[in-house]
Antibody, heavy 122, light 108 residues
């Protein structure tokens, strides 16, 4: 079935970087945007950006433009999100989500990963 | 930046109808998507492009969008509908997605 599966939980120290993976199966990886969304404990959803797996193009939320890198490896149908210069307020569950209909701006997020808890603590 | 405002909470008795609003400046000109998030779980898309339901989502879930308010309506509410609900739009002026503040639905 169509799914995206994320890497496991991470514990990092302030100032470090974390790289979360999102592996797709059951569909053609390059046909749909992958979005990244995070949720701090007890808080709402926050969009971080998207990657177009076909050409590697990205669009990042302004808040994350200097700290987030989104990449993909089409040979293993996997997207990656790397967040650098970690702070305590980066502690959150990070989700990847596949777009609903393809590579259209404004599309919904249809297939979600299970989430990856990233804890930043000294 | 574009702001979406939702009521923090809505309470509803089983079998009744819950309406969750999402306010935004001229939101009727945008496409609105709605997500359900049960505790400890990933969000689930329940309505997209204002009124469409993904496969597997019950017909009890419906959406509307006009003027400055979009609405998610849950008919014949069940205990399993208890969750947080988020609206979402794409802001074409910034090329960025925006989520609403979220509404906790409690089934009495």
């Amino acid at each position: 079935q169509v799914q995206v599966v994320q890497s496991g939980p991470e514990v990092k120290k302030p100032g470090a970087s974390v790289k979360v993976s999102c592996t797709a199966s059951g569909y053609t990886f390059t046909d749909y945007y992958i979005h990244w969304v995070r949720q701090a404990p007890g808080q709402g959803l926050e969009w971080m950006g998207w990657i177009n797996p076909n050409n590697g193009g990205t669009e990042l939320a302004q808040k994350f433009q200097d700290r987030v890198t989104m990449t993909r490896d089409t040979s293993i149908s996997t997207a990656f999100m790397e967040l650098s210069s970690l702070r305590s307020d980066d502690t959150a569950v990070y989700y990847c989500a596949r777009a609903a209909t393809g590579t259209t701006d404004g599309d919904a997020f249809h297939i979600w990963g299970q989430g990856t808890l990233v804890t930043v603590s000294s | 930046s574009y702001v979406l405002t939702q009521p923090p909470s809505v309470s509803v008795a089983p079998g009744k109808t819950a309406s969750i609003t999402c306010g935004g400046n001229n939101i009727g000109s945008k496409s609105v998507h709605w997500y359900q998030q049960r505790p400890g779980q990933a969000p689930v898309l329940v309505i997209y492009y204002d009124t469409d339901r993904p496969s597997g989502i019950p017909e009890r879930f419906s959406g509307s969008n006009s003027g400055h308010t979009a609405t998610l309506t849950i008919s014949r509410v069940e205990a399993g509908d208890e969750a947080d609900y988020y609206c979402q739009v794409w802001d074409s002026s910034s090329d960025h997605y925006v989520f609403g503040t979220g509404t906790k639905v409690t089934v009495l």
